[in-house]
């Protein structure tokens, strides 16, 4: 089975911190995502990234940036996180185009 | 831009009937559409896809129709269970324009009532 994880299930940030959400899959897959969901939004795709130290924005990258290392890393960095990204925040994995697996999610708050 | 758009926010079901949820776009290069099951604090799971070269993929008591001319597909569970309540999302791709990527309808709640 496919196994997404995320570092924590919730966190609780103040405003200006600067946030590391990181995101492991241990199927060798290619494809690597970052979403938020938000009630009536859906997931929204922050970044997203298709090989080992490339990256592409996704529909809502402002605010936030990304790294992946390795492989099975991808992690999402708040420089200076703000209430507006209160938010739950989804990593996923997919070794081609089509089906995604997601992690559990993590649940950010920001005061 | 909303590409995926799902209209209701919201459905109630009995226990034993029949859900249809229901999903629109717009992007005509979508061509696999893809449907996930979300519980509360857990990430989405998938549940059943179709490509554009089909009309009608099954799966238990999972099916998608898709409908091509009208840019509309739907997921229909029958019988619907308790268990089913969750938060529905409907997603596409576009091979040639996207990659791997997908872009989300903004869900349906269902709620299976015993």
């Known amino acids: 089975d496919v196994k997404v994880t995320q570092s924590s299930r919730y966190l609780v940030k103040r405003t200006g911190e600067k946030v590391f959400l990181e995101c492991v899959q241990d199927m060798d897959h290619e494809n690597m995502f970052w979403y938020r969901q938000d009630p009536g939004l859906g997931l929204r795709l922050i970044y997203f990234?298709?090989?080992?130290?490339?990256?592409e924005k996704g529909d809502i990258p402002e605010g936030y940036s990304v790294s992946r290392e390795k492989k099975e890393r991808f992690s999402l960095i708040l420089e200076s996180a703000s209430t507006n990204q209160t938010s739950m925040y989804l990593c996923?994995?997919?070794?081609?185009?089509?089906?995604?697996?997601f992690g559990p999610g993590t649940r950010l708050t920001v005061l | 831009d909303q590409q995926v758009k799902q209209n209701s926010p919201s459905l109630s079901v009995q226990e034993g009937r029949i859900s249809i949820l229901n999903c629109d776009y717009t992007n005509s290069m979508f061509d696999y559409f893809l449907w996930y099951k979300k519980y509360p604090a857990e990430g989405p799971t998938f549940l059943i896809s179709i490509s554009s070269i089909k009309d009608k993929n099954e799966d238990g008591r999972f099916t998608v129709f898709l409908n091509k001319s009208a840019k509309h597909l739907s997921l229909h569970i029958v019988p619907s269970q308790p268990g089913d309540s969750a938060v529905y999302f409907c997603a596409a791709s576009a091979e040639r324009t996207s990659g791997s990527r997908l872009t989300f309808g903004e869900g349906t709640q269902l709620t299976v009532n015993p």
């Open positions: 996923a994995s997919s070794p081609h185009r089509g089906r995604q697996y």
């Open positions: 990234s298709y090989d080992v130290k490339m990256k």
